[in-house]
């Protein structure tokens, strides 16, 4: 997801580090090990577990190891979050602002640094996770900035009476983080719990864990309490002891539907505030009288970004069926031309996907959708880069489907690669029943010069973040989540303040009691 920034950003001076990750194929980056963090340090897990390898998804080699989070190591991550919070919470929102900010200055000095190591474990190409870094820092400055707003209510009443409210923090929140924006999705539920006066234990995907501690070194060199914000590592059973542990008021997850809904049932029995930002099968509607040219550009956006691993992608493409020829004309046109290789390069507009085995799920379900009758225009096979070094890892050519229809595998579950599947439609009426034809509703997108239109079609998607005349475009000062079984709560705006806080009411009694006894 991206940001609409300045042409022109800042580029801080590259630091010494950045040099040795700047080849993929040199085998040179060496990630700092260990990635758990809490109490102000990285820290080695007390449990004897085994410890699980991390890999590099542009080479396939081993990039460092993990080790998992048992009982004792969250027990001391909570812990110490329960005492950050003690002191964090009794600040001003100017003393938490303060910190904050300067989180966000460590972050943009260290900007290359950081996109790099979240290549290098990712797979994405580096004009994208430059961007994904710059999300991060924008979205802790934003929430600085409304830290310093936080106020309540007053309500006069009779007689001199009066009432207020107090928004207060929840306590410890737990965030736990999706793969394919890692170090962004750990600022986007740090930035706003942080601001509220909470304290976070975060726990990043096994898959990509290595740039989240990053960020819990940048809080702490920023002056935050230590113990503010803690990093534990590992898979379900750690992410089952945060949700079910007691001292944790909050979980926030970004993930699959399935692993929502667990998360939302532990978090029930502990009656926890849930946020939960859960899978898409989105639409993007492309009528008649649209810009062909920027409805090219809308869908390889809403396919093509990280190696169409987004959540919000509009993968279901629905042409009028007017300009249907010559928008796949175009799209797989410039489909073919998306450069893929090492995602280090700055002419890579195509990485590696995430992992060996997400890669074959993605090339099933092209081969399924050939098996149901669609088309591949382009694109659905393995890649291999010239470059020997990079011939271990995960790569395959953007797809384009042709001849879909509504009842296709590929058009009715969430694939999460780059394939984009094109619909025709021939109706307004027709193609909004077809576009909510689903359990989710995260995103939807629509391209039409007819303003009328396009408000009124957006009015009737069942979708949390909808997009007219573009696709993709998150900025923070903007909520982003879904309806259906997308998910619940939102990331990002002012009303993510809501979702980590709570209301106390407060009534003053300026008189005499009025007894009924």
């Known amino acids: 997801m991206l940001h609409r920034l300045a042409t022109s950003l800042r580029r801080p001076a ?29 820290r080695t897990s007390q449990e004897k577990c085994n410890k699980e390898n991390v890999y590099e998804p542009a080479t396939g080699r081993v990039l460092c190891p993990l080790e998992p989070c048992g009982a004792a190591d969250v027990n001391q991550a909570v812990e110490a979050a329960k005492s950050a919070f ?9 003393e938490r602002a303060k910190i904050m900010i300067e989180a966000a200055h460590i972050i943009e000095r260290r900007r290359e640094e950081i996109a790099e190591i979240e290549v290098v474990n990712n797979g994405k190409s580096i004009t994208e996770a430059r961007l994904d870094v710059d999300s991060a820092r924008l ?31 929840l306590g410890v929140c737990v965030g736990i983080g999706a793969w394919n924006y890692p170090f962004q999705i750990a600022a986007w539920k740090s930035a706003p719990a942080l601001a509220c006066g909470n304290s976070m234990v975060f726990k990043p995907s096994p898959v990509t864990p290595v740039t989240a501690v990053l960020l819990a070194e940048i809080y702490a060199m920023a002056g935050a309490p230590e113990g503010l914000y803690n990093v534990v590592q590992g898979g379900q059973e750690t992410g089952s002891l945060l949700c079910h542990h007691p001292d944790v008021a909050k979980v926030s997850f970004t ?18 505030h849930v946020t939960l930002e859960l899978g898409g099968k989105s639409p993007l509607l492309i009528f008649q009288d649209s810009d062909v040219e920027n409805a090219v550009k809308g869908a390889l956006m809403a396919n093509f970004l990280s190696q169409g691993q987004v ?12 300009i249907l020829p010559e928008f796949v004309e175009e799209v797989v046109k410039r489909t073919r031309a998306i450069e893929i290789g090492d995602p280090l390069l700055e002419s890579t507009r195509m990485g590696a996907l995430v992992s060996r085995s997400h890669l074959e799920r993605v090339l099933s379900f092209v081969d399924q959708a050939k098996k149901e009758g669609a088309t591949v225009l382009c694109g659905g096979e393995p890649f291999v880069p010239s470059d020997s070094k990079l011939r271990g890892g995960y790569y395959m050519t ?5 001849n879909c229809t509504d009842e296709m595998t590929c058009v009715k ?29 995260l995103a939807a997108g629509v391209f039409t010069s007819d303003v009328k239109r396009a408000h009124r079609v957006v009015e009737h998607l069942k979708a949390g973040s909808c997009f007219i005349n573009n696709y993709n475009i ?25 979702h980590y806080s709570q209301l106390k009411s407060v009534y003053v009694e300026m008189g005499d009691v009025d007894s009924l006894f």
């Not at 993930?255 to 926890?272: F, L, Q």
């Not at 953007?398 to 042709?402: A, M, N, T």
Request: some cysteine; aromatic content about 8%.
């Open 14 to 42: 590259v630091p010494p580090f950045a040099a040795a990750v700047r080849c993929l194929s040199s085998g040179s980056v060496d990630i700092k090990v260990p990635l758990n963090f809490w109490a102000g340090k990285r």
């Open 311 to 322: 959540c919000s992608n509009g993968t279901r493409v629905f042409v009028h069926k007017d």
């Open 139 to 169: 979205c802790i400055e934003y929430y600085a900035a409304l830290a310093t707003t936080l106020a309540g209510q007053h309500v006069q009443l009779p007689g001199g009476s009066f009432a207020y409210t107090r928004r207060e923090p």
């Open 86 to 94: 003690g002191h964090w919470s009794k600040m001003s929102g100017m």
């Open 413 to 441: 579950e969430e694939i999460f690669g780059p394939v984009m599947s094109v619909l025709s439609f021939e109706s307004e009426e027709e193609v909004l029943l077809r576009a909510n034809d689903t359990d989710l509703g």
């Open 398 to 402: 953007p797809c384009v489907l042709g």
């Open 474 to 498: 998150t900025p923070v000062e903007v909520p982003f989540g879904g309806f259906k079984m997308s998910g619940i709560g939102r990331e990002n705006g002012q009303v993510t303040i809501e």
């Open 255 to 272: 993930g699959s539907v399935p692993t929502g809904k667990k998360i939302m049932e532990m978090a029930s029995k502990g009656v926890k």
